[in-house]
């Protein structure tokens, strides 16, 4: 059990819809980082956000995009969903972004786009 | 950019034996940490163990340790007396501010 949530667990959506998927964090961490798995791939970074501002970007393109609450809980947000969007999305919390924190993630969102 | 390479893509072991996951990986920053991951076929992420790139020590959890060579940029996890509960994708993930770059991973299948 890390104490990082995400929702929904599983969702279907069509080729052009948008799609938020939703993490909350670990008590008291004010750094999460999203990443995205195909199949059969390791994860891909997406996007962190530290203290409600974004820190940096992998290489993903305009159409995703996120937010940080002052609760330090998170959305990922996708526009005009593709079939290579069906991926396990995965949130991550830490504290302070520095290295050497251990770095938790939550189960995962499975999104299939039809 | 970094790059990972963990060039077993699978690995059959017998239960109770201890197993080696290879990891090499290249990256010009000097200040960085590597983590071991674990995901089963549920698709969490697991937290196995971590090796801040100062560490004079190996790191050690449990029946996980890291044989880290940091000159060669290699980190190679060891599983001691694996169980069948060890059946799994293993990912090498370096990181630096939070941010990780991951592997394309090594599927380790236990045998009974």
């Known amino acids: 059990e890390t104490g990082v949530t995400q929702s929904p667990t599983h969702l279907i959506k069509t080729r052009g819809q948008q799609v938020t998927l939703r993490c909350s964090s670990q008590s008291g961490h004010n750094t999460v980082s999203w990443y995205q798995q195909a199949l059969g791939q390791g994860p891909q970074f997406i996007f962190q956000?530290?203290?409600?501002?974004?820190?940096g970007r992998g290489n993903f393109p305009p159409r995703f995009s996120g937010l940080q609450f002052p609760n330090y809980s998170s959305e990922l947000n996708v526009n005009a969903l593709e079939l290579d969007d069906s991926a396990l999305y995965l949130c991550?919390?830490?504290?302070?972004?520095?290295?050497?924190?251990?770095?938790?993630f939550g189960e995962g969102s499975w999104l299939t786009v039809v | 950019a970094q790059k990972i390479t963990q060039t077993q893509p699978g690995m059959f072991v017998q239960e109770k034996e201890a197993v080696t996951l290879d990891c090499t990986y290249d990256?010009?920053?000097?200040?960085?940490?590597l983590f071991w991951y674990k995901q089963p076929s549920s698709g969490e992420m697991i937290f196995l163990i971590y090796?801040?790139?100062?560490?004079?020590q190996n790191a050690t959890e449990g029946r996980y340790s890291l044989n880290f060579q940091k000159a060669r940029k290699s980190a190679n996890l060891v599983i001691s007396a694996s169980q069948l509960g060890d059946s799994a994708m293993y990912f090498c993930a370096p990181e630096r501010d939070d941010k990780i770059i991951f592997g394309k991973g090594t599927r380790l299948h236990i045998l009974p």
């Open positions: 090796q801040g790139s100062y560490d004079e």
């Open positions: 990256t010009s920053d000097q200040s960085y940490g």
């Open positions: 991550a919390s830490s504290f302070d972004r520095g290295s050497g924190n251990t770095i938790y």
């Open positions: 956000y530290y203290r409600e501002e974004e820190n």
